[in-house]
């Protein structure tokens, strides 16, 4: 081991995002060793991206809201296969998570009596989002850098871990990556992990996820030996930018709806009244007037004595209904729809309350959003899949290791509201370091590290270096992004599943020939020939898990079993492990849920 830089610490927490600051910070305070190790530059993760708000039950901007309807809202949104424990975790601990943030230094948006100022979401029955304007993710993190810098958690940055070592009981004994800017080995031995790498949206073509979201954690986990659920659900967001096209697919905040924005077609028409579905009618307006009575109560500041506009409605419902639009001619001249906030709100309102927004298209698109409407159009978001973990600790079945944030599975079940992320890697985040540190304090030393293993795996990372011939790995991923973006997109059917498997196997076989020219310092080429591996892996995990769900709920929408499917599909989700044939995906039934929280959702 003389020849590769190693580290000792009792917990390694992978990814400096939200969860991964979250659980660095927890770990630390609890008196252990703890190390935050991230891909990228401090303070540039992917949560520094989450625009609209966090999703709490404070009961700041309306005095009924409580946990009790957040889980409703929570367990409605996922189509009832989330993990009920985890969600009623989220509901009733989020909003000490975002008053922990608040005594930590986090500026929110206030309420004219002082109080933390909330927003409407889709999904949620009342206000929830706890927001800083649209730039909520950039104040948590902030905020959590602060705290867990001055607390002196070790940061080590522009590091790609590439596998959870373990020891030959089965237990993590540490982790092997590599500096992006030498090339250099690295070794870090832990009796813990955390696992808070974030999501898989590289995999696609058209998608709001920075470069980082090439699912390494996802297959961090599978290759240990952990399991993934719910991978068949990747969320579309319904509003992404569609012109011009260097920027399509960038986010546009559901914060533009929460605070009054309208969906049109090229008609003029709000396509939204006609396209809710039945297990929501009678929650939303199914008039423009009674919409706009809404809207003006919360331009007020009042409560509305009307149902929320259809624009509201969970994403998936909403993503969904801007395709159809499009596939019927009613689109925008760029391929998506209308969204309206001038019409709605005041110049100097859009800017105070949206001044991201306004500055990005004003720069990106040369739009002016308090005079003219933006074109927005589905772009891939978030996966609700992940690793699966116990609810309370956060603790995959390899012994040692976490995962929390949006790398962990189970939470949102079919579909993910909007503001339940932020809250949900505050939540888990916090756990997965509490119980990542009792874990470590409980083991008396380091197991060893296998040398041989870090050497053979060293070898073979080094490999696209020493082939004669060999293709460019960017053509490789542009290849797979295009293929995902068409074959397992936003609809699916069983031919195109079929065919996107058959896909991956060939581009396994032109990835594993990739070659890299230059040297291993900061080499692109290389990282990305690295990261194909991944990708690869949990694009057939999704692939082979939509192939097998043969109905459509939540985000995953099959164009050949159009309807739910209760009796077959509505207890029972999909668990993905490794063999040595490959990837594999097992039915499993879900966890019973007590009695009392059928109640809350007894309708």
């Not at 590769?4 to 917990?11: A, K, N, R």
């Not at 696992?195 to 979201?213: F, K, M, P, Q, V």
């Not at 900061?522 to 692939?543: C, F, K, Q, R, T």
């Not at 164009?559 to 668990?575: A, H, K």
Request: net charge negative; charged share 25%.
């Amino acid at each position: 081991m003389d020849k590769y830089e190693t580290h000792e610490y009792d917990v390694v927490v992978i990814g400096a995002g939200g969860a991964g600051l979250r659980a660095a910070i927890e770990s630390s305070a609890a008196g252990v060793k703890t190390a935050l190790v991230c891909k990228s530059l401090l303070g540039k993760a992917h949560t520094v991206m989450a625009e609209g708000g966090v999703a709490a039950s404070l009961a700041s901007a309306d005095t009924r809201d409580n946990w009790e309807t957040h889980y409703r809202d929570t367990i409605k949104g996922g189509k009832y296969l989330n993990q009920w424990r985890m969600a009623q975790l989220h509901a009733q601990e989020s909003p000490d998570r975002v008053r922990e943030l608040q005594e930590w230094g986090a500026v929110f948006d206030r309420t004219r009596e002082g109080g933390i100022n909330q927003r409407n979401f889709g999904g949620h029955t009342y206000p929830r989002l706890a927001h800083v304007g649209d730039r909520t993710g950039l104040e948590i993190i902030r905020t959590l850098q602060d705290r867990g810098v001055h607390q002196g958690i070790d940061v080590y940055m522009e590091c790609t871990i590439r596998t959870i070592l373990k020891d030959p009981d089965g237990h993590v004994s540490g982790c092997l990556g590599y500096w992006r800017e030498s090339g250099r080995f690295v070794v870090f031995h832990a009796k813990s992990i955390v696992l808070a790498t974030g999501g898989i949206g590289r995999c696609w073509d058209i998608t709001s996820n920075s470069w980082e979201y090439t699912a390494d954690g996802h297959a961090l986990a599978l290759w240990a030996g952990a399991e993934l659920i719910d991978s068949e659900f990747v969320q579309f967001h319904p509003t992404g930018m569609v012109w011009p096209p260097s920027v399509k697919g960038t986010l546009i905040t559901e914060g533009v709806r929460g605070e009054g924005g309208v969906l049109k077609n090229i008609d003029g028409e709000r396509f939204m009244f006609d396209n809710i579905p039945e297990m929501f009618q009678g929650e939303y307006a199914e008039t423009e007037e009674e919409a706009t009575r809404w809207v003006e109560a919360v331009v007020a500041d009042r409560r509305p004595d009307a149902r929320r506009p259809p624009e509201l409605l969970t994403r998936d419902v909403v993503a969904r209904a801007i395709r159809r639009e499009v596939r019927a001619g009613r689109g925008s001249p760029h391929g998506g729809v209308f969204l309206d906030i001038a019409s709605k709100r005041s110049a100097e309102a859009i800017k105070r309350k949206l001044p991201s927004m306004y500055h990005q298209f004003k720069e990106l698109a040369n739009v002016d959003i308090t005079t003219d409407p933006m074109e927005v159009g589905p772009t891939c978001h978030y996966t609700m899949g992940g690793v699966r973990v116990d609810p309370e600790s956060q603790e995959t079945r390899v012994p040692g290791m976490f995962a929390a944030g949006e790398v962990a599975g189970g939470m949102h079940g079919a579909n993910r509201l909007g503001g339940n992320s932020l809250s949900d890697l505050l939540v888990f985040g916090k756990r997965a370091g509490e119980f990542a540190a009792r874990h470590a304090a409980d083991r008396a030393d380091l197991t060893a590290i296998n040398e041989t293993e870090v050497e053979e795996r060293a070898a073979a990372m080094l490999e696209p270096f020493g082939r004669e011939g060999g293709e460019n790995p960017y053509t490789v991923h542009e290849d797979l992004r295009n293929m995902m973006q068409d074959k397992v997109g936003i609809v699916r059917t069983e031919e195109d599943l079929v065919s996107a498997i058959e896909a991956i196997a060939s581009l396994r076989t032109r990835a594993a020939g990739v070659k890299v020219g230059g040297n291993i310092q900061y080499n692109p080429g290389w990282h990305l020939a690295l990261d194909l591996d991944n990708m690869l892996d949990i694009s057939e995990a999704v692939a082979r898990s939509a192939l097998m769900r043969t109905e459509s709920r939540g985000a995953h929408t099959r164009e050949d079993f159009p309807d739910s499917d209760e009796q077959t599909w509505g207890q029972q989700n999909l668990v993905t492990c490794q063999t040595e044939s490959g990837v594999e995906v097992q039915v499993e039934s879900l966890p019973e849920m007590p009695p009392e929280l059928k109640e809350l959702i007894k309708d």
